[in-house]
C-alpha cells in the first residue's frame, strides 16, 4: 500500500479541472466547470467539476468522487494504477517496494498483453514484414503515419505471438481469454497470420484490439478479421483513430466519420485530422455518445455509392435521434474516401466537406438516398421522434417543411402519430437509482456538516454511534468515516474521497461533500439526530413493556429516557425564535 501523506500529495499535484480536461473538454460555468459526462450516455453537461473542493459529480447519474476516482472510472483500473498514473503526470516519484506490492486486475494483465503483442508486431513489421512493407507502399502510406498509428505484421506461423507472449511471462489460461488466440483441434493458435495488423485503441491511447488484413490473397478468414469482443474491447463502442484525433475535434467542432482504416489513414496523411473510423460497422449510439464530448457536428464521410449512402443516412439520422449536427459529404458513385483523396486531392475533398449537406436536405434531394418522399420522410421523422428536445425536433421540422415541401402541420401530426410507439420502443437511459434520502434528512445534513470542520467531526465520532442512523445510507457512511477519516483530513474533501473502493459509496460522499446547507447549524441538527434516536429507543421500550409489563427495569429505564427526552426537546424549542 502506498503511504497515505504520498497520496494526498499526489493528488494535490494534479488538479482536478486540468486532468479531466485531458480527458474531454470543460467550459467554465461560473464557480465551477460542465461537461459531457463519460460514465452514462448523455449530450447535456451534467457533469460539474469544482475547481475548490477538487471534486467532480455528473447530476444525471450520480457519479463523484476526487481526480483518482474520475482517473480510475474513466480508464477502469485499479487505485492503485490511479495513483501511480497520477504521481508520473506530476512528475513525482513512487518508491520502488511500494510499486511492487501493486495487483493487477485481470484488465491490467489484458492490456499488458495487447501492448506487449502491439510491440511485437510493430517489430515484425520492421524485419520480416517486407510484403506487407510493399503492400503499404503500393497504397501510399508513408512510414510515418504506419509509425504515427502503430501498424504491424502477425508472422504466418501458427504460435508465432503465443510463444512470444509465454516467453514474456504470460500466463497460458490469460492468453486463452485475450481473444488474440483461437483453438484449432485442441491447440491454441494465434488468431492473425499473416496479416498486416491495426491495433485499435481506446480513447486514451491503450491498445484494446486488433484488426488484420490478409496479406496473401484468398487465404483463410476473409481479407479482414477484427477481435472478438471481450473483457476490454465491444465491437461498435470504440471509434478507429479517435485516441489520435480527439483534440482535434473539439478543435475543429467537427468530426469526419468514415468507414474504414486506409480511409482513415489517407485522411490523417492529407491532413485532416478531426476524422475517426466506424470499423466497417454502421454508426453505433455507443459511438455517436463517444462522438458527442468532442463535438455535435457529425460529417458522415462513406463510400458514394448505394450501400455507402444507406449507411451513413441511417447513421446520421441516429445522431439526430441523439441530439447532434449530422451532415453528409457526398462522393462520386464508385468513389471512397482513400480513393478520392489520390485521385482527386485535398482541395478537392475540401470542397466536398464544405459543401456537405444538412441530412435532412440530403434526404430530400439525393437520388441515391432509398425509398420515396413518403419513406425519406419516415425514415427522419422516426429519428426526430426519439430526440427529448422539443426545441429541437420543432426546428428539424421546420427545416424538414422547407427541403420537403410540406405543411409543419402536416409534419408534426405525422411525427405524433408514431409518438407513443416509439418512445416504448426506445427508453431513455435513466439517471442511476437514487436510495431515498428524504427521510431522516437530518442524519445526512449532521454528516455534511461534521464534514466541514474537524471539531464537528469530532463530536460525531465520539458523542455518536452508528445506532444514531436509521437511514441505511447514512448509517453506511457514518461507519466509514468513523473506520477511516481522522479529524485532521477533515477540511479537505478531496482527500476524503481517496481509497474507497465502494463506488457507490463514494458517489454518495461526495454528493454530501458538495452541499453547503448554510441555514442549518451543527448544534441544532445534532440535537435533533439525538431526539430521533431517544424516539426511537421508547418506541422499543414501550413494545417491551407491553410484552413484559411487570419488569420494573424496563419502567425504570423509560422513566430515565423520559426525562432526558424532555430535558432536550425543552432545550430546542428555547432556542425557536418565537
Ligand atoms: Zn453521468
Same mark, same amino acid.
Not at 244 to 269: I, M, N, P, Q
Not at 376 to 389: A, C, F, G, K
Not at 433 to 447: H, S, V, W, Y
Not at 523 to 552: A, C, F, W
Given at each position: 500500500?502506498?503511504?497515505?501523506?504520498?497520496?494526498?500529495?499526489?493528488?494535490?499535484?494534479?488538479?482536478?479541472?486540468?486532468?479531466?480536461?485531458?480527458?474531454?473538454?470543460?467550459?467554465?460555468?461560473?464557480?465551477?466547470?460542465?461537461?459531457?459526462?463519460?460514465?452514462?450516455?448523455?449530450?447535456?453537461?451534467?457533469?460539474?467539476?469544482?475547481?475548490?473542493?477538487?471534486?467532480?459529480?455528473?447530476?444525471?447519474?450520480?457519479?463523484?468522487?476526487?481526480?483518482?476516482?474520475?482517473?480510475?472510472?474513466?480508464?477502469?483500473?485499479?487505485?492503485?494504477?490511479?495513483?501511480?498514473?497520477?504521481?508520473?503526470?506530476?512528475?513525482?516519484?513512487?518508491?520502488?517496494?511500494?510499486?511492487?506490492?501493486?495487483?493487477?486486475?485481470?484488465?491490467?494483465?489484458?492490456?499488458?498483453?495487447?501492448?506487449?503483442?502491439?510491440?511485437?508486431?510493430?517489430?515484425?513489421?520492421?524485419?520480416?514484414?517486407?510484403?506487407?512493407?510493399?503492400?503499404?507502399?503500393?497504397?501510399?502510406?508513408?512510414?510515418?503515419?504506419?509509425?504515427?498509428?502503430?501498424?504491424?505484421?502477425?508472422?504466418?506461423?501458427?504460435?508465432?505471438?503465443?510463444?512470444?507472449?509465454?516467453?514474456?511471462?504470460?500466463?497460458?489460461?490469460?492468453?486463452?481469454?485475450?481473444?488474440?488466440?483461437?483453438?484449432?483441434?485442441?491447440?491454441?493458435?494465434?488468431?492473425?497470420?499473416?496479416?498486416?495488423?491495426?491495433?485499435?485503441?481506446?480513447?486514451?491511447?491503450?491498445?484494446?484490439?486488433?484488426?488484420?488484413?490478409?496479406?496473401?490473397?484468398?487465404?483463410?478468414?476473409?481479407?479482414?478479421?477484427?477481435?472478438?469482443?471481450?473483457?476490454?474491447?465491444?465491437?461498435?463502442?470504440?471509434?478507429?483513430?479517435?485516441?489520435?484525433?480527439?483534440?482535434?475535434?473539439?478543435?475543429?467542432?467537427?468530426?469526419?466519420?468514415?468507414?474504414?482504416?486506409?480511409?482513415?489513414?489517407?485522411?490523417?496523411?492529407?491532413?485532416?485530422?478531426?476524422?475517426?473510423?466506424?470499423?466497417?460497422?454502421?454508426?453505433?449510439?455507443?459511438?455517436?455518445?463517444?462522438?458527442?464530448?468532442?463535438?455535435?457536428?457529425?460529417?458522415?464521410?462513406?463510400?458514394?455509392?448505394?450501400?455507402?449512402?444507406?449507411?451513413?443516412?441511417?447513421?446520421?439520422?441516429?445522431?439526430?435521434?441523439?441530439?447532434?449536427?449530422?451532415?453528409?459529404?457526398?462522393?462520386?458513385?464508385?468513389?471512397?474516401?482513400?480513393?478520392?483523396?489520390?485521385?482527386?486531392?485535398?482541395?478537392?475533398?475540401?470542397?466536398?466537406?464544405?459543401?456537405?449537406?444538412?441530412?435532412? %436536405?440530403?434526404? &430530400?434531394?439525393? =437520388?441515391?438516398? +432509398?425509398?420515396?418522399?413518403? *419513406? @425519406?420522410?419516415? !425514415?427522419? /421523422?422516426?429519428?426526430?421522434?426519439?430526440?427529448?428536445?422539443?426545441?429541437?425536433?420543432?426546428?428539424?421540422?421546420?427545416?424538414?417543411?422547407?427541403?420537403?415541401?410540406?405543411?409543419?402541420?402536416?409534419?408534426?401530426?405525422?411525427?405524433?402519430?408514431?409518438?407513443?410507439?416509439?418512445?416504448?420502443?426506445?427508453?431513455? %437511459?435513466?439517471? &442511476?437509482?437514487? =436510495?431515498?434520502? +428524504?427521510?431522516?434528512?437530518? *442524519? @445526512?445534513?449532521? !454528516?455534511? /456538516?461534521?464534514?466541514?470542520?474537524?471539531?464537528?467531526?469530532?463530536?460525531?465520532?465520539?458523542?455518536?454511534?452508528?445506532?444514531?442512523?436509521?437511514?441505511?445510507?447514512?448509517?453506511?457512511?457514518?461507519?466509514?468515516?468513523?473506520?477511516?477519516?481522522?479529524?485532521?483530513?477533515?477540511?479537505?474533501?478531496?482527500?476524503?474521497?481517496?481509497?474507497?473502493?465502494?463506488?457507490?459509496?463514494?458517489?454518495?460522499?461526495? *454528493?454530501?461533500?458538495?452541499?453547503?446547507?448554510?441555514?442549518?447549524?451543527?448544534?441544532?441538527?445534532?440535537?435533533?439526530?439525538?431526539?430521533?434516536?431517544?424516539?426511537?429507543?421508547?418506541?422499543?421500550?414501550?413494545?417491551?413493556?407491553?410484552?413484559?409489563?411487570?419488569?420494573?427495569?424496563?419502567?425504570?429505564?423509560?422513566?430515565?429516557?423520559?426525562?432526558?427526552?424532555?430535558?432536550?426537546?425543552?432545550?430546542?424549542?428555547?432556542?425557536?425564535?418565537?
Amino acid at each position: 500500500m502506498i503511504d497515505n501523506h504520498l497520496i494526498e500529495q499526489i493528488r494535490a499535484a494534479n488538479d482536478i479541472v486540468e486532468v479531466i480536461q485531458g480527458y474531454l473538454p470543460l467550459k467554465r460555468a461560473g464557480s465551477t466547470w460542465r461537461g459531457i459526462c463519460p460514465f452514462h450516455q448523455d449530450t447535456n453537461p451534467s457533469l460539474n467539476v469544482s475547481q475548490t473542493k477538487q471534486i467532480f459529480k455528473c447530476f444525471a447519474c450520480g457519479k463523484a468522487g476526487n481526480v483518482y476516482g474520475f482517473v480510475q472510472e474513466y480508464e477502469k483500473i485499479s487505485f492503485i494504477e490511479a495513483v501511480k498514473k497520477l504521481a508520473q503526470r506530476a512528475g513525482i516519484a513512487i518508491p520502488r517496494f511500494e510499486r511492487t506490492k501493486r495487483v493487477n486486475t485481470k484488465r491490467e494483465q489484458l492490456l499488458v498483453v495487447y501492448q506487449t503483442a502491439r510491440d511485437f508486431f510493430a517489430e515484425n513489421l520492421q524485419r520480416h514484414g517486407d510484403e506487407a512493407l510493399e503492400y503499404l507502399k503500393s497504397r501510399q502510406i508513408s512510414p510515418e503515419t504506419a509509425q504515427n498509428l502503430q501498424l504491424g505484421y502477425a508472422l504466418g506461423g501458427e504460435k508465432a505471438l503465443l510463444n512470444h507472449l509465454m516467453k514474456e511471462g504470460h500466463a497460458v489460461a490469460l492468453l486463452k481469454e485475450s481473444g488474440l488466440f483461437g483453438v484449432y483441434r485442441g491447440n491454441v493458435v494465434d488468431l492473425f497470420r499473416d496479416r498486416l495488423m491495426f491495433p485499435i485503441h481506446n480513447n486514451t491511447g491503450d491498445v484494446i484490439a486488433f484488426g488484420g488484413r490478409q496479406m496473401a490473397e484468398g487465404g483463410p478468414g476473409g481479407k479482414y478479421i477484427n477481435s472478438p469482443s471481450g473483457e476490454l474491447y465491444t465491437k461498435g463502442n470504440e471509434l478507429y483513430g479517435l485516441f489520435k484525433s480527439k483534440y482535434e475535434l473539439s478543435k475543429a467542432d467537427k468530426a469526419l466519420v468514415c468507414e474504414g482504416y486506409f480511409d482513415f489513414l489517407r485522411l490523417w496523411e492529407a491532413g485532416f485530422v478531426n476524422s475517426v473510423a466506424t470499423l466497417g460497422t454502421a454508426l453505433t449510439k455507443d459511438q455517436i455518445y463517444l462522438l458527442a464530448r468532442y463535438t455535435k457536428n457529425v460529417y458522415m464521410l462513406f463510400d458514394g455509392d448505394v450501400a455507402g449512402i444507406r449507411s451513413a443516412t441511417r447513421g446520421a439520422a441516429l445522431c439526430m435521434a441523439i441530439g447532434l449536427s449530422p451532415f453528409i459529404v457526398e462522393l462520386p458513385p464508385d468513389s471512397d474516401p482513400d480513393t478520392f483523396l489520390l485521385e482527386e486531392g485535398k482541395e478537392a475533398m475540401q470542397q466536398r466537406i464544405d459543401s456537405a449537406l444538412p441530412l435532412i %436536405s440530403f434526404v &430530400a434531394t439525393h =437520388p441515391q438516398v +432509398e425509398g420515396d418522399a413518403r *419513406e @425519406r420522410i419516415d !425514415l427522419l /421523422l422516426e429519428h426526430i421522434r426519439q430526440n427529448q428536445d422539443a426545441v429541437q425536433r420543432e426546428l428539424w421540422i421546420n427545416d424538414m417543411s422547407d427541403a420537403f415541401g410540406i405543411s409543419t402541420s402536416a409534419l408534426n401530426s405525422r411525427l405524433s402519430s408514431g409518438r407513443q410507439a416509439f418512445t416504448r420502443q426506445e427508453p431513455q %437511459s435513466a439517471p &442511476a437509482e437514487k =436510495p431515498a434520502a +428524504e427521510e431522516f434528512l437530518e *442524519e @445526512r445534513t449532521l !454528516l455534511i /456538516l461534521s464534514l466541514q470542520s474537524a471539531e464537528y467531526y469530532k463530536v460525531l465520532a465520539t458523542e455518536l454511534n452508528e445506532d444514531y442512523f436509521n437511514n441505511m445510507q447514512c448509517r453506511e457512511i457514518y461507519q466509514w468515516l468513523v473506520k477511516h477519516i481522522d479529524p485532521d483530513v477533515v477540511g479537505s474533501p478531496a482527500d476524503i474521497l481517496s481509497n474507497i473502493e465502494n463506488t457507490h459509496l463514494r458517489d454518495t460522499l461526495a *454528493e454530501l461533500l458538495l452541499e453547503d446547507p448554510q441555514q442549518l447549524r451543527f448544534e441544532d441538527t445534532l440535537d435533533q439526530v439525538k431526539i430521533r434516536k431517544l424516539q426511537r429507543d421508547l418506541e422499543m421500550l414501550d413494545k417491551q413493556i407491553l410484552s413484559e409489563p411487570h419488569d420494573v427495569g424496563l419502567l425504570q429505564k423509560k422513566q430515565e429516557l423520559m426525562g432526558v427526552y424532555r430535558r432536550m426537546t425543552r432545550k430546542v424549542i428555547h432556542k425557536l425564535p418565537y
